[in-house]
């Protein structure tokens, strides 16, 4: 799962500062965060999120105990945010080349590979 994240990382400039600090930091607080929560529950057998609820404990003790939740969810926060007005941002981060496929219509190819067998596409049509 993680090989075919890091995959997708060819359609981003690598050599770009931001996309750096995005692809680092994420990756540091994937590792950290973690550790801490389940060294935590260690020491103390509960979790470090303590709310009145106690469901809504667990949900944000497994979300934060996992390493590519978090990971995923900082990096998706920081490519969000970080210089999001900046001019090559769009280029930096791999947008560019998802916007072709961002509409159905855009490829002519697409009806072709996407459609049903049999003329079952006339009564189950796609998007």
């Known amino acids: 799962m993680s090989s075919a994240g890091l995959g997708l990382l060819q359609?981003?400039?690598?050599?770009?500062?931001?996309?750096?600090?995005?692809?680092?930091?994420?990756?540091?607080?994937?590792?950290s965060v973690p550790q801490y929560f389940n060294g935590y529950v260690i020491t103390t057998g509960d979790g470090p999120v303590h709310s009145g609820s106690a469901w809504f404990n667990k949900i944000m003790q497994v979300i934060f105990t996992s390493p590519a939740t978090v990971a995923g969810i900082v990096a998706l926060f920081l490519d969000i945010t970080l210089a999001r007005k900046h001019a090559t941002t769009k280029k930096d981060s791999g947008r560019h080349w998802w916007a072709k496929f961002k509409h159905f219509d855009k490829d002519p190819r697409s009806e072709e590979f996407y459609s049903l067998p049999y003329g079952l596409s006339n009564y189950f049509p796609s998007v």
């Open 11 to 31: 359609f981003c400039n690598l050599n770009s500062l931001r996309t750096k600090f995005i692809l680092g930091f994420s990756i540091y607080l994937g590792l």
